[in-house]
């Protein structure tokens, strides 16, 4: 019963081109519109046959097959030919004949483009026992398009101001700028009191501690910095942070968001920049730990893989980052940062966009690179925004594969809407950056993609945040989870500012401040 145009069904309607029709034998043989057949009906026009509404028996693909596919015959010997390949499964409907039902021709195309708007809403066909096809009314006028739908908003303000105070409170030691890295802890923790600084910071509040105040909590912070210039990884009681050479990136890192410097120079990172024949066996050692762990005697932060490995090679530009107003290490090693830039970029892999070998991704995926790349993502993100600090090689602080980047972070976000399943680990943070980042240095590439991942981000970590018992519970086992949710809350917002609402802006201080 089906009109079969020349570019078959409603892709020939469309464009208008004159129909051309054929039967079907009884048992699905091909029969020639010209010749006939037997069991085929007459061949009769759409305003003979009576017809005012279109039936889904005419929507290729979706009768018959229960999804099958559309036929693509351009003519009547392809549309025959792919019915006796397949036994008409599929393109009966298309074909038209079916049991002996006749073959529609529409006399212009407009009488055809009623195919495509008819919304197959009906099940009437014509068969062998009701030859006759029924009159229709006319179909009512479609409903108005609905409005797009309004863009998600996540509210953040109780978080911003009732229940941030409760979990500052939970780790505040009695001396100012100290805090414990356990909720009720007894000691400080080098790494607690950066951590602070750093939600302070992601969410707009860092503005409220005074000079006095700031010299209080650097004092404290920089009390842990050893004679070697690294700082502590562990407080008194021997729980950790992180790596030493992390430690040496993030816990001066809450200096720098104060606006304070280290005492000291971190003399091991000054002898490695200062010195060309140490610059690749350092840094290849670090991104080849999987394939290799015999790291060089220089190294002293204990890694053993891609992932905390990665994060030492960013500690190595960001410590110079960090302190170059005091120490000057940007110039006075430009030529180990001019290298570290085109060294790093020539060492991305291809297929995924990251700091990721081949041992890395076999010993533990590539999740595992999206944990390690974006420490060193941030670092050169930051040279992007700020030029100078590459010392001439800003062309090489683009991300070199941007799209392969993007595309494998996005499809590493699960199901749940994180890149963990309960969407609080750094791993979260680390995921949304590398999908965001690059697509803004591709232009905004699939930037509704974009959108939807930090949609479905926030559907799990906002309500973590603005839940008091999950807050003050799950998240604050230790001082150093908060930083990562407010990190990406504050990465959405800044790149969908209707998505967040918040009583001030929340920050990206990863473009302050390049470590976490």
């Known amino acids: 019963m089906l009109l079969f145009t020349l570019a078959v069904g409603v892709f020939g309607c469309l464009q208008g081109v004159t129909a051309v029709v054929l039967g079907l034998g009884e048992k699905g043989g091909a029969v020639s519109a010209v010749s006939g057949g037997s069991g085929v009906k007459p061949l009769v026009t759409a305003a003979a046959a009576g017809y005012t509404e279109l039936t889904e028996a005419f929507c290729l693909g979706d009768h018959g097959g229960g999804g099958s596919p559309r036929s693509s015959a351009s003519t009547v010997a392809e549309c025959a030919a792919q019915c006796s390949a397949t036994g008409c499964y599929g393109f009966e409907w298309a074909c038209g004949g079916h049991k002996g039902i006749p073959c529609i021709v529409f006399a212009s195309s407009s009488d055809c483009g009623r195919l495509q708007r008819s919304g197959c809403g009906s099940d009437t066909y014509i068969n062998a026992s009701n030859p006759t096809p029924p009159v229709q009314p006319p179909s009512p006028a479609p409903p108005p398009t609905p409005p797009p739908p309004v863009r998600p908003s996540y509210d953040v303000s109780l978080f911003e101001t009732e229940l941030l105070p409760k979990w500052m409170a939970q780790y505040a030691l009695p001396s100012p700028g100290e805090f414990s890295i356990s ?84 003399s091991l990172l000054d002898q490695i920049a200062a010195t060309p024949s140490e610059w690749e066996p350092t840094v290849s050692a670090l991104l080849n730990v999987n394939a290799d762990p015999s790291i060089p005697n220089n190294i002293s932060s204990g890694c053993s893989d891609g992932y905390p490995c990665a994060q030492n090679i960013a500690t190595m530009m960001s410590w110079q980052i960090q302190t170059n107003s005091t120490f000057g290490g940007l110039s006075k090693y430009s030529d180990f940062v001019r290298w570290y830039y085109k060294y790093l970029t020539s060492k991305v892999d291809p297929v995924t966009g990251l700091w990721c070998t081949d041992a890395q991704k076999k010993a533990k995926g590539v999740i595992d690179c999206i944990g390690g790349s974006f420490h060193i993502d941030f670092v050169f993100a930051y040279a992007q925004a700020h030029p100078e600090v590459a010392m001439g090689a800003a062309a090489d602080a683009r991300y070199p594969f941007p799209a392969a980047q993007m595309n494998a972070s996005l499809a590493l976000q699960g199901p749940s809407g994180g890149w963990t399943s309960d969407g609080l680990a750094y791993l979260n943070v680390d995921g949304i950056y590398q999908v965001t980042r690059p697509a803004v240095q591709l232009g905004k590439s699939r930037w509704t993609e974009v959108e939807r991942a930090c949609d479905r981000l926030m559907a799990l970590v906002v309500p973590a945040l603005t839940t008091e018992s999950r807050l003050l519970g799950e998240v604050s086992t230790k001082s150093h989870n908060l930083p990562a949710l407010v990190g990406a809350v504050a990465e959405c917002q800044k790149q969908f500012p209707d998505m967040i609402k918040s009583v001030r802006p929340w920050p990206m201080c990863l473009d302050t401040v390049p470590y976490i």
């Open 183 to 266: 909720p009720n802890g007894s000691v400080p923790h080098p790494y607690a009191t950066s951590d602070v600084a750093h939600v302070l910071c992601f969410t707009g509040q860092l503005g409220n501690l005074s000079e006095a105040d700031r010299d209080q909590w650097a004092a404290v912070i920089n009390k842990f910095q050893r004679d070697d210039g690294f700082y502590n990884n562990t407080d008194v009681d021997g729980v950790s942070g992180g790596t030493l050479w992390h430690a040496a990136g993030y816990v001066p890192a809450g200096l720098t968001l104060l606006g304070r410097s280290p005492l000291r120079r971190n």
